[in-house]
C-alpha cells in the first residue's frame, strides 16, 4: 500500500485551515476567546489528577479545619486498619482501652477493626478470657454515625490482604516513657510502615498503653458508645421496677414513672479489697477503702433527700462475701438489691459483661449517684453524667441543688456526708479517671 503525503491531497486540508487563519484575521476578539476556552480546558484536565496542583495532606489532616462540614473527608483512611488484641478487665477498663485503641488509630490516621471484648472476668488467666464481639455489647453502625468525622470502626470483611500486616510491639516497663511511646506512634506515620495496609498491635492490653489525650477527646468516644437495644431493655426494666417500689413506698401510686432513687456502687466485694489495700499502701493515701459501716454513714447524712428512697445497690453479687449488705440502713433509706428486687433472673442470665453494662446504665440514670472515686466504673458514670449536665448549659455539678448530683463516699465532705463529685473535663490526661483519684473537682 503506498503512502500519500501532504502535498498530494491539498485541496483536503488548506481550505479548512485557510478558513480558520481568515476568520482570526476578520475577528481577532473570537480568536482570543477561543484560544481562552481551550486552556481552560487544558489546565482543569491536568489539575484533575492526584498529585497535580494540590496537596493530599488536608485530605488525611489529623485535626480537620472547623469550617469543614459533617460531610468533609474524614481525618483517617479507610483504606489503612489499626488492630488491637483482645480488650480485657473489667467493664470500664475495656471502655477506656478501646477509648484508647480509638485515639491511637485517629493519630495514624487508621481505621480501627471492630476489637473483641471479654465476657468473662480474670485478671491473670488470659488464656480464659471468653471473647465477646464489640457489636454484641454496643451499636457498631450507631457509633460510627456519632463519631463520624472523628474516628471509624471497619470489621476484618473490609481488608482486602494485598499487604502483609505491620506486628507493632508496644514497649514496657519503667524505661518506655510516654515520650518514647509517642515518638513509636509517629514512626508508624512514615513510610514504609504506613504503607502497609495493617498495623497490628501484639502483647500489650490496651488498657496499659500510655495516655496522650486530653479528657475531652476519651468523652468523645464515650458519648458515642451505645449499648444494644437488649442491654437497654433490661436496664429499663430494672429501673421500671425500682420506681415502681418507690411509688407504692411513697404514696401507693404503681404508676409514678419519676419516683426518684439513689444508686450505690458499693465496693466492698473481695477482689476490690485487695486491691484497694494494696493501693493505699503503694499511694500513701487513706482514702481508698470503705467499708459498709462507712458508706451507709455517709449516704445517710447527704443533703436534700425526699425519704422514704430506693437505695439501689450495684455490686458484683459473685464476688460479694458480706450477705448482710441490706441491714443496718437508717430509717427512710430502703436498700434494694438484684434479688430483693426481683431481678436477679434478668442478671443471672448473662456473662460478666453484661450484668456490668445493664447496672452501669442504672447508676448513669439514678437522680443520685454515689461511688468511689477509684473505682474505674464509678469515674465513668460520673463523667457521664457530668457531660449530660455541661449540655444542659449547667457549667458546674457542685453546687447543692444542681440535678442528677453526684458523691465521692471514700472522701468525707460536709456535714459528715460524701463529697460532691464532678469530672474535670478540661484535664489533659485521664489517669485521674482510669486509675482513680481523691482530688475530684468539688
Known sequence: MSKKGPSQSPKKFDKPKCLKLSTCHMNPALCRFLLLVVCIIIFRTLFSFPGLGGSRHDQFSLFPSSSLSLNSQSPFQNNKFLEVPQIVWGLNNQK???????????LLNRTLLMPS??????????????????????????????????????????????????ELHKGSGRKWTVERDMDQLKQCKKDPIDQAEVIRIIGKNPFLWHDHWPVKD???????????NEISAEANKVVSQIRKIGGELKSGNETNSHVPYVAVHMRIEKDWMIHCKK?????????????????????????????????????????????????????????????????????????????????????????????????????LVVLERTQKLLQMGVKTSCSVDVRWPSYAYNIQGESGGPQKWTTDMFDSSLRAVSYGSNNISC
Open 279 to 379: 493501693l493505699e499502701q503503694r499511694s500513701n493515701i487513706s482514702q481508698i477503702c470503705s467499708s459498709k459501716e462507712e458508706i451507709m454513714e455517709r449516704v445517710t447524712k447527704i443533703g436534700g433527700l425526699q425519704k422514704p428512697v430506693i437505695v439501689y445497690l450495684a455490686i458484683a453479687d459473685s464476688l460479694l462475701e458480706d450477705s448482710s449488705i441490706l441491714s443496718g440502713w437508717e430509717e427512710g433509706l430502703v436498700p434494694f438489691e438484684k434479688k430483693r428486687l426481683g431481678v436477679w433472673d434478668t442478671f443471672n442470665k448473662y456473662p460478666y459483661l453484661i450484668k456490668s453494662a445493664i447496672d452501669y446504665e442504672v447508676c448513669l440514670n439514678a437522680d443520685v449517684f454515689v461511688g468511689n472515686s477509684f473505682s474505674t466504673f464509678s469515674s
Open 117 to 166: 471484648l471479654s465476657a468473662s472476668l480474670f485478671y491473670k488467666e488470659v488464656d480464659l478470657l471468653e471473647p465477646i464481639a464489640f457489636d454484641k455489647i454496643f451499636k457498631f453502625e450507631e457509633f460510627n454515625s456519632r463519631c463520624k468525622g472523628f474516628i471509624q470502626l471497619g470489621r476484618f470483611s473490609d481488608l482486602t490482604n494485598q499487604t502483609k500486616p505491620f
Open 96 to 106: 477506656i482501652a478501646f477509648a484508647r485503641a480509638c485515639l491511637t488509630a485517629r
Open 218 to 228: 476519651y468523652a468523645k468516644i464515650f458519648e458515642c458508645l451505645d449499648v444494644v
